[in-house]
């Protein structure tokens, strides 16, 4: 441990968060230090001033608002990691731990015991717990190429930094994936003076998601950039000391400085299968957000829970994961509330941003409504589009770009 408490393997921001010393047992126990963890914490707070708290993550950081590694601090000058950590040991913050409170960052739990209400660490150590919450969040896909100093699987702030030291002015990064996390890096990068290949499965870009009007302006834009795009799928690639090669499905093989991989995630669910959970696509919760194990709660990625509109989901955002953080936090200190939000989340991209909440899907019907110009053209930098099916008359509302990149965090 070094002298100013973080230990050789945490990070820096971990400073006045991280406590060395694992305690017996606590009245709270969370699995997972993100964003969910962090809110859970300050629910638990809002019923129980007093009851012991004991956050264990894997990652040597501290809880950060992940959204601002792909927006904020891309393209804010007044953007800094510091700003996007939610839980700082800082002299004076406000959202330093109580002394109730104890994060073990680089911390696995490897086991739990519902009927023992104990978790067993990495180390052996057994930890005992009153209630306890699982927000172990979820875990890129690996696919072709395998993480490592040149290759990113974008997800946390270690990731942030590496691709952050390669992605200088006249690097050149490939990006795989043109779906969220893919066109978000793609655009912050290009921003930067970065000169980006994105890979894309089909054109155009977002067309999962945007009506097609909405989907061809966004591909133009990207173009318009300087962004280069080119479709297909990862098949492999290898790496040197001097950059990667990026090898797609038919043969073509690109070559950068470094690359960044979007694929998709997964949720970590294997603690909670080991244990007898309830488990399909995420732990199965109730709108409790309690999970099948008596004392167990679960939010954020990993968390299936009913939606009051929507039945059955579960969503892989931000403001899930606080909403349902601080939610779980409330009832795992006996607050008895029905977990009724149904999350939005939102992108930037390059000058425009848009905001969405529910499934917003384009093989759905979908109803657009636009500002025009002055040729009667649509204007799709100002309006919306809405879809529906019959089973969910209003499933959900995208807005279109509206040129904001300050986003409200949910509280």
């Known amino acids: 441990m070094a002298a100013d408490g973080t230990g050789p393997d945490l990070d820096p921001t971990a400073r006045g968060v991280h406590s060395a010393e694992v305690r017996d047992a606590y009245d709270y126990v969370i699995v997972g230090a993100g964003m969910a963890a962090a809110k859970a914490v300050r629910g638990i707070r809002s019923q129980d001033p007093d009851g012991g708290i004991g956050v264990f993550g894997t990652e040597p950081a501290p809880p950060v608002y ?17 700003g996007c950590v939610m839980v700082s040991g800082e002299q004076g913050s406000d959202t330093a731990p109580d002394e ?20 067993t660490l990495e180390d052996g150590r057994t930890v005992r717990y009153g209630s306890l919450l699982l927000a172990t969040g979820a875990e ?8 490592g100093e040149r290759v990113v699987y974008y997800r946390t702030l270690a990731d942030y930094r590496r691709l952050r030291e390669i992605a200088r002015q006249g690097a050149h990064v490939v990006v795989v994936g043109g779906g969220y996390i893919g066109s978000e890096v793609a655009a912050a990068l290009a921003l930067n003076g970065v000169r980006v290949t994105l890979v894309v499965s089909s054109e155009p870009l977002l067309g999962a998601l945007f009506p097609a009007g909405l989907a061809a302006t966004v591909t133009h834009e990207y173009r318009d950039r300087g962004v280069e795009i080119v479709v297909g799928r990862l098949a492999g690639g290898s790496v040197d000391a001097g950059g990667v090669t990026v090898r797609l499905g038919d043969g073509t093989e690109l070559a950068a400085d470094a690359a960044v991989v979007g694929i998709g995630v997964r949720p970590r669910t294997g603690l909670a299968e080991a244990a007898g959970l309830t488990v399909d696509d ?4 109730d709108d409790h957000l309690r999970t099948s ?28 994961a606080e909403t ?4 779980a936090g409330r009832n795992m200190a006996g607050a008895d509330r029905a977990y009724a939000t149904t999350p939005f989340f939102w992108s930037d991209l390059f000058d425009h941003g848009y905001e969405a909440v529910g499934e917003v899907d384009s093989r759905l019907r979908m109803v657009e409504d ?5 040729e009667g053209r649509a204007d799709h930098s100002r309006g919306s589009s809405t879809t529906s099916t019959t089973a969910a008359p209003c499933a959900a509302c995208c807005c279109g770009t509206c040129g904001r990149r300050s986003r409200p965090r949910a509280s």
């Open 100 to 119: 109730h409170t104890c994060f073990h960052l680089g911390t696995t739990v490897a086991a739990l015991d519902p009927a023992a209400h104990t978790v």
């Open 370 to 374: 636009w500002a025009t110009d002055a």
């Open 140 to 147: 890129p896909r690996v696919g072709g190429l395998e993480p």
């Open 293 to 320: 194990a008596p004392d167990v709660y679960a939010a954020g990625d990993i968390a299936r829970y009913p939606d009051r509109l929507l039945g059955p989901r579960r969503v892989e955002h931000a403001a899930a």
């Open 282 to 285: 995420g732990v199965v919760v």
């Open 324 to 327: 349902m953080g601080t939610a």
């Open 66 to 82: 992940r959204p601002d590694l792909s927006k904020t601090l891309w393209v804010d000058p007044k953007g800094s990691v510091e």
